[in-house]
């Protein structure tokens, strides 16, 4: 069995852990957040990212749709509710 060690920075590229063992790489263009509704290959299991924030979000967000959780590495972070 090949072993595959290509890698890929998880700032650009999602990861759809799925329910089972699978984890799939999931590449994020500029209308990703736009078509997430319409992918039924992320509708089980988990969507993971990575991003780096160094200021104040300009606008709230909501996931009606699922939850969010932050992972903070460093640094502060301030949550607010939005209701």
Known sequence: MAIDDSAFDLTGTYIQLDDGPDARPIPVGNDFWEKLGQRTDLRGGRLVMVGHQSADW?????HPA???ILYL???ALNLRSGM
């Open 66 to 68: 699922g939850e969010e």
């Open 73 to 75: 590495i460093s640094g």
């Open 58 to 62: 300009p606008n709230w967000e909501m």
